[in-house]
């Protein structure tokens, strides 16, 4: 016999049990005294009707308790701008917030905006930035804070513990590192200066990318001559990325150059580790 049918039979044998017990009930019912049942079912309405009202009274406390959550849940707008309009607008132009109001953010927050990867996956996670880059636009903002359903400087603070990049699958993560990229481009190029690229790239590769590959990497565009990459492309940029995560562990004298489709940079950055591997 399986489980269900157990089940089945179980509970057949308790209903036959519970109308045994009724019918012999009532079948000594005339031997009752009748003052003791009337009492008795005086009783049962009485504890009937208690209990009806303490359930009535535990679902309105559980009411008030939803609505407290509600209340404490609710996105506030005025109070997210207030903290646009006091911390990170422009003094020339209240619209827009530039570097200067972010690292004043930066501070409210306790947080380094030069060392801290958390303030950019911050950003990131607001969709700031489409309209300029490096910049944050007051209705950008008010959209960021509704979406993460943020409106104070506590709330904030809440949650910085889980804007750490290991939180970030493969996909996410690409689409961070891409707009790193973009957010960091100065006024109307589509490329960042070389020296961006050093400062920026160990702060969002960290852990993602050996140490050893970063530290080569920037000593390779240090030193290069080449004037072409005094500036770089977002392809060069997304290239570095894949190329690392492909071959930071394997033997880098296998690269093969002539079937490669990585951009030149990628080709001249082996030569540069071929190199170093010789001396």
Avoid at 28 to 34: F, R
Avoid at 37 to 65: A, E, V
Avoid at 207 to 225: A, G, M, N, Q, Y
């Amino acid at each position: 016999m399986d489980r269900s049918e157990k089940r089945k039979l179980q509970h057949s044998t308790n209903s036959h049990n519970n109308t045994t017990s009724n019918s012999t009930y009532h079948l000594h019912s005339d031997g009752i005294d009748t003052t003791t049942t009337h009492n008795t079912n005086k009783r049962s309405r009485r504890s009937s009707s208690k209990s009806n009202t303490s359930s009535k009274m535990w679902r309105k406390g559980s009411s008030r308790r939803k609505s407290a959550d509600a209340n404490t849940n609710r996105w506030d707008e005025a109070k997210a701008l207030t903290i646009f309009d006091d911390t990170l607008a422009e003094t020339d132009d209240d619209t827009i917030a530039t570097m200067e109001g972010i690292c004043k953010f930066c501070e409210v927050l306790e947080i380094d905006a030069m060392e801290d990867i958390r303030i950019l996956v911050l950003l990131w996670k607001m969709e700031v930035g489409e309209d300029r880059p490096a910049q944050i636009t007051r209705e950008e903002w008010k959209k960021g804070c509704m979406t993460l359903n943020i409106d104070s400087i506590e709330k904030f603070k809440q949650l910085l513990p889980t804007l750490d990049t290991g939180f970030l699958v493969v996909n996410e993560f690409r689409d961070f590192y891409k707009f790193c990229f973009r957010f960091n481009c100065e006024g109307t190029f589509k490329t960042i200066a070389k020296d961006t690229v050093m400062e920026l790239n160990p702060m969002v590769l960290k852990d993602r990318i050996s140490e050893d590959f970063l530290v080569k990497f920037k000593e390779f565009l240090e030193k290069t001559d080449d004037t072409s990459y005094n500036r770089i492309t977002l392809d060069q940029w997304m290239s570095f990325l894949d190329f690392s995560l492909e071959n930071q562990s394997q033997d880098i004298n296998e690269y093969d150059e002539e079937n490669s489709a990585w951009p030149t940079l990628i080709d001249d950055y082996v030569d540069y580790l071929k190199e170093m591997m010789q001396m």
